[in-house]
């Protein structure tokens, strides 16, 4: 008698969770579409972001070295630096939004960034962008990859492209998915480098 019990019992809840979970899986859905409303500033049209939309998966990676001679070339007491350059990082996915991360880049051989992406897309393909954290930290191995140097800079090319794409399909600004916390940041530029035939005054006006 208490076995029939248990088992009638077993089926209700069952039936109950069948009819049940399709309507609070609806109300999450619904939930989530009204967390995510954004409204325009140009108007007071109210734009809903589909979070399934949200969904996506990254297709390829690549990157293009741009150089260009300075100039003056300018040195410190280790190195000169001739030429100036950027790394440019694209990152796309197959919702059809791409990502751009853009990586400083000072070395003269443009084949040393596109090198070391190749090795990096074995951990960031057929991820999802939005996990910007695991992705980072399989790119981050700190006996091969990472710490410093070039390495590190197209590490960070490829972070900045994921969130890009968080950016452009959430319709917000990164500062917001930061959680807005400031409208200001501080901002660090070097100078003082020497230059040949730079006078002490020429040194003074730039500093």
């Not at 995510?36 to 979070?51: A, E, G, N």
């Not at 939005?130 to 790119?139: G, P, Q």
Request: net charge positive; hydrophobic share 30%; aromatic share 8%.
């Amino acid at each position: 008698m208490e076995a029939s019990f248990k088992k009638a019992n077993h089926t209700k809840n069952t039936e109950y969770l069948n009819s049940t979970l399709p309507n609070i899986q609806n109300q999450k859905y619904n939930c989530l579409k009204l967390t995510l409303q954004r409204r325009t500033t140009s108007s007071s049209t109210v734009t809903i972001i589909d979070p399934r939309s949200l969904k996506m998966k990254i297709t390829d990676v690549s990157l293009d070295s741009y150089r260009w001679p300075r100039n003056k070339p300018i040195r410190n007491g280790r190195y000169t630096y001739p030429n100036s350059g950027i790394d440019v990082v694209e990152v796309k996915t197959d919702n059809n939004i791409t990502g751009i991360g853009l990586a400083g880049a000072l070395h003269d051989e443009p084949s040393i960034g596109p090198a070391i992406l190749k090795h990096l897309k074995q951990y960031v393909l057929d991820q999802d962008p939005f996990d910007t954290e695991k992705i980072w930290s399989d790119m981050w191995q700190p006996k091969l990859i990472g710490r410093r140097g070039i390495a590190t800079r197209v590490i960070s090319g490829i972070d900045i492209a994921l969130w890009d794409i968080k950016g452009k399909a959430t319709g917000q600004p990164l500062y917001k998915l930061l959680g807005g916390f400031t409208n200001s940041m501080p901002v660090y530029i070097a100078g003082g480098y020497y230059e040949e035939n730079k006078t002490l005054n020429d040194l003074a006006e730039e500093m």
